[in-house]
């Protein structure tokens, strides 16, 4: 079964809690489980370990499962793997915020390797230190350098210009 429900629905069905029949006072065992495997028309008991084996499931997937059952007593036990936001991830806001920072620097086409590259060139007088720096000063609580970073190379932008690149204008405009 690779749908994580359909495995939660079959772990529950096989498998009884109960209370201990000797309870002790300050026995750690609230619950005891009983595992069981299907036969023709019917259900064998099992041990622990030859039941984990032959689902090959781990303890803590039954302990999950049980938990989930006996705190909310759920019919049906959904998989809600994937669905949290991280802690981390950033807001659309402040990622557009970011973009239009980036791309509010002039850019210019490569001269010769235009055909062969989609590359975009920034001044060579500017870094990504140097544009953090001016995002840092122009927002108030600006992201740490590495999340910038990491946007900043999602485009395709260079800060040198191409050796195989230099037409007239640029090369009179440099000297």
């Known amino acids: ?25 300050n026995s750690p ?3 005891t489980r009983m595992y069981y495997l299907p036969v023709v028309n019917d259900k064998i008991a099992v041990c622990k370990t030859w039941f984990l084996s032959v689902l090959q499931v ?27 936001v991280p802690k981390n991830k950033l807001s659309e806001h402040i990622y557009n915020e970011i973009v239009q920072h980036i791309e509010s ?9 235009r055909k062969d590259s989609k590359k975009l060139y920034l001044d060579s007088d500017l870094n ?27 485009f395709n932008y260079s800060f040198h210009t191409p050796k195989k690149d230099s037409c007239n204008d640029c090369f009179s405009f440099k000297n």
């Open 58 to 84: 781990s303890d803590k997937r039954v302990r999950v499962v049980t938990n989930k059952l006996r705190g909310n007593q759920l019919r049906k036990i959904t998989d809600q793997r994937g669905t949290h």
């Open 1 to 25: 079964m690779a749908d994580y429900c359909r495995q939660s629905d079959y772990i529950k069905e096989h498998i009884k809690e109960s209370t201990p029949k000797i309870n002790k006072e």
């Open 105 to 113: 620097f002039p850019k210019m086409e490569s001269h010769y390797a």
């Open 128 to 154: 990504i230190s140097i544009i953090y720096r001016l995002y840092k000063e122009k927002v108030q609580k600006p992201v740490s350098k590495s999340s910038f970073r990491n946007i900043f190379s999602s």
């Open 29 to 31: 065992k609230k619950y």
